[in-house]
């Protein structure tokens, strides 16, 4: 099983770099690579599900290389019982939505490239280990958000894609310090999940109170519009396929 992780994050990405070289013309060659593109994520996630070992709570498929080595950043992936599942159900829900997405006519070749796009990025937040990883990921995610509720969305679009960058850079800057801090806590400075999870009790509660707090925000900010109610001005002018993709995003 080995890059099974990797294969299945980066699969709509590779699927979007083939949509950059069709014609824009080209509309059911684009479908076409959007289909395959979201469902094979989907039968490598249900071989994830099939091949989880539910009688440990250690991290499974895990995937290790050195990155950055002079920052101690590594390209750090794996799962548990908690992010197998949210794997699976991205994957679902990418698919069923791309599906939804063919009665997109304007512009329908960036539309795909940036929903690939976005599918990447949710599909690794749930497997980084690596903090720095987990963060370009997250920031990947809500780029192609923006464009897509900024050119695809309802009334007043552009209001709602500036009103959603502006909280989620809000949360970003959070987040970024907390896992500075992180780093230049930990001894040797590390940005391995793991590692932190190992040495947490080390820590002062001060620091973890902390860093918590900063999470929250971050998390919390970016979530504020997860939901109809919680945010009905940017849900309702993002394009409908992409108001499905919501709730996987956070």
């Known amino acids: 099983m080995s890059g099974l992780l990797s294969w299945t994050i980066f699969t709509p990405l590779l699927g979007g770099i083939v949509i950059l070289f069709l014609p824009k013309e080209s509309h059911r060659a684009i479908r076409g690579v959007t ?8 039968l490598l996630a249900i071989m994830l599900l099939a091949n989880f070992d539910t009688s440990t709570s250690a991290f499974q498929f895990v995937e290790h290389a050195s990155w950055i080595p002079a920052l101690n950043v590594n390209y750090h992936l794996g799962v548990d019982g908690l992010s197998v599942p949210m794997i699976a159900l991205t994957t679902l829900l990418s698919f069923l939505a791309a599906l939804i997405s063919f009665n997109i006519t304007n512009r329908v070749k960036e539309y795909f490239v940036f929903y690939l796009l976005l599918e990447t990025g949710m599909l690794g937040v749930f497997a980084a280990l690596d903090f720095f990883l987990f963060y370009v990921f997250w920031e990947v995610m809500l780029v192609p958000m923006y464009f897509l ?8 679009k552009e209001y709602a894609a500036i009103k ?25 400075h590390s940005l391995s999940m793991i590692d932190h999870i ?12 902390f860093a918590f707090v900063f999470f929250f925000i971050a998390f919390a900010r970016s979530r504020r519009c997860r939901s109809i109610h919680g945010c009905p001005t940017r849900m309702s002018r993002r394009p409908r396929r992409c108001r499905s993709c919501w709730p996987a995003c956070f």
């Open 35 to 42: 289909v395959a593109a979201t469902a094979l994520p989907l």
């Open 164 to 188: 959603f960058f502006l909280y989620t850079l809000f949360g970003s800057i959070f987040m970024l310090v907390a896992i500075l801090a992180l780093y230049f806590t930990s001894q040797p």
């Open 149 to 156: 509720i900024g050119i695809w969305g309802g009334p007043r």
């Open 198 to 209: 190992g040495s947490a009790s080390q820590l002062s509660r001060g620091f973890q109170m």
